[in-house]
T-cell receptor, first 116, second 112 residues
Framework: GNSVTQMEGPVTLSEEAFLTINCTYT??????LFWYVQYPGEGLQLLLK?????DKGSNKGFEATYRKETTSFHLEKGSVQVSDSAVYFC???????????????FGQGTILTVHP | DAGITQSPRYKITETGRQVTLMCHQT?????MFWYRQDLGHGLRLIYY???????DKGEVPDGYVVSRSKTENFPLTLESATRSQTSVYFC???????????FGDGTRLSIL
């Protein structure tokens, strides 16, 4: 079956530091990949996405590149801010299996805390 | 405003009680989902629905019941609540498989 593995957290950084959150996946077919962010007390919001190999998703200074050869979709940001403190989820939708809906498989989530 | 709304945001109840969590979306998306979020497990799919009157089980359906008589509403019922169902519940929707799902703000449910 499909699975998503994220680096263990929590991650604590100082403001303006470089961020990497690792994500690797196992999936049948050609999945679409997503990063969701969850701010305290809120639901999940889509941060960025990539739908095919070598696509780069980007939003709010965050980037992730769909690497089929390494089955990875690592999240990066060059200079984090205190407001980036949240939980980040890597996820995939597999297009295989014959289902008409997108079964979303999540990683465990990584808690990011950024200090001033 | 367009979006997906869950109610209540917080609920405390006792074991054995029936509880219904509401979800309403304004986009007329075909697909709707219920997840629970627990520490160490991430998000797990409870039930999903492909259209009005079409529902199916996800990973962890035991103890839950859903219905979908209208496209925009997808209530989740715990028929006899247990402490293990204490969790944060999220509703989500999308129109078709390759599109990302949109999430509500969640319902924090505590069962004493």
């Amino acid at each position: 079956g499909n699975s998503v593995t994220q680096m263990e957290g929590p991650v604590t950084l100082s403001e303006e530091a470089f961020l990497t959150i690792n994500c690797t996946y196992t999936a049948t077919g050609y999945p679409s990949l997503f990063w969701y962010v969850q701010y305290p007390g809120e639901g999940l919001q889509l941060l960025l996405k990539a739908t095919k190999a070598d696509d780069k998703g980007s939003n709010k200074g965050f980037e992730a590149t769909y690497r089929k050869e390494t089955t990875s979709f690592h999240l990066e940001k060059g200079s984090v801010q205190v407001s980036d403190s949240a939980v980040y989820f890597c996820a995939l939708i597999s297009n295989a299996g014959g289902t008409s809906y997108g079964k979303l498989t999540f990683g465990q989530g990584t808690i990011l805390t950024v200090h001033p | 405003d367009a979006g997906i709304t869950q109610s209540p945001r917080y609920k405390i109840t006792e074991t054995g009680r029936q509880v219904t969590l509401m979800c309403h979306q304004t986009w007329s998306h075909s697909y709707m989902f219920w997840y629970r979020q627990d520490l160490g497990h991430g998000l797990r799919l409870i039930y999903y629905s492909a259209a009005a009157d079409i529902t199916d089980k996800g990973e962890v359906p035991d103890g839950y019941v859903v219905s979908r008589s209208k496209t925009e509403n997808f209530p989740l019922t715990l028929e006899s609540a247990t402490r293990s169902q204490t969790s944060v519940y999220f509703c989500a929707s999308h129109e078709w498989r390759a599109q990302p799902q949109h999430f509500g703000d969640g319902t924090r449910l505590s069962i004493l």
